[in-house]
């Protein structure tokens, strides 16, 4: 098996697929300055492609300015404060969708939970978002849901 080792690797030439042998490559001794110019043109590239890349950025930002103060409604989406129920993590998910909370009012495609950040674990209150399938089921819940109460709270 022929071979040479390049920069503490072992490189096979009888490998037929490499393109790359004595043969096919031309060994020359760059100047000093042939090398500086090297890096020079690949840094100038680089630092193009960055700039290349911050024009990019900032027309994407400028193209989203007039977001900037509107509300995206989602009218089949549900937000809950305040929710304290007696249920382990672990079934909290199929609890929430389950008939005695916010299944009675619909089709939920989607439950995120999400825990206030005080320090008192054990009398901690939860924040609920419920994705449902129709804008009327959200609609029912809210007003089934607002100023009601659950393990002494009021739920909003």
Same mark, same amino acid.
């Given at each position: 098996?022929?071979? !040479?080792? %390049?920069?503490?690797?072992?490189?096979?030439?009888? =490998?037929?697929?490499?393109?790359?042998?004595?043969?096919?490559? &031309?060994? #020359?001794?760059?100047?000093?300055?042939?090398?500086?110019?090297?890096?020079?043109?690949?840094?100038?590239? #680089?630092?193009?492609?960055?700039?290349?890349? +911050?024009?990019?950025? *900032?027309? &994407?930002?400028?193209?989203?300015?007039?977001?900037?103060? $509107? !509300?995206?409604?989602?009218?089949? $989406?549900?937000?809950?404060?305040?929710?304290?129920?007696?249920?382990?993590? &672990?079934?909290?998910?199929?609890?929430?969708?389950?008939?005695?909370?916010?299944? %009675?009012?619909?089709?939920?495609?989607?439950?995120?939970?999400?825990? +206030?950040? =005080?320090?008192? %674990?054990?009398?901690?209150?939860?924040?609920?978002?419920?994705?449902? *399938?129709?804008?009327? =089921? +959200?609609?029912?819940?809210?007003?089934?849901? =607002?100023?009601?109460?659950?393990?002494?709270?009021? $739920?909003?």
């Amino acid at each position: 098996m022929a071979g !040479r080792v %390049q920069e503490d690797s072992f490189i096979d030439d009888s =490998d037929e697929t490499w393109p790359y042998n004595d043969e096919t490559i &031309e060994w #020359k001794v760059v100047s000093p300055e042939e090398f500086k110019a090297d890096v020079q043109k690949q840094a100038r590239k #680089k630092a193009e492609i960055r700039q290349k890349e +911050a024009q990019k950025r *900032e027309v &994407e930002s400028q193209n989203r300015k007039h977001l900037a103060g $509107l !509300r995206v409604v989602q009218k089949n $989406l549900v937000y809950v404060v305040g929710l304290n129920p007696r249920t382990q993590e &672990e079934d909290l998910l199929h609890t929430l969708r389950g008939a005695q909370y916010f299944g %009675q009012y619909g089709k939920i495609v989607k439950i995120v939970v999400s825990k +206030a950040r =005080d320090g008192n %674990q054990a009398n901690q209150a939860l924040g609920v978002y419920v994705t449902f *399938e129709r804008k009327e =089921d +959200a609609e029912k819940c809210i007003k089934a849901v =607002d100023g009601s109460e659950n393990g002494g709270r009021v $739920l909003r």
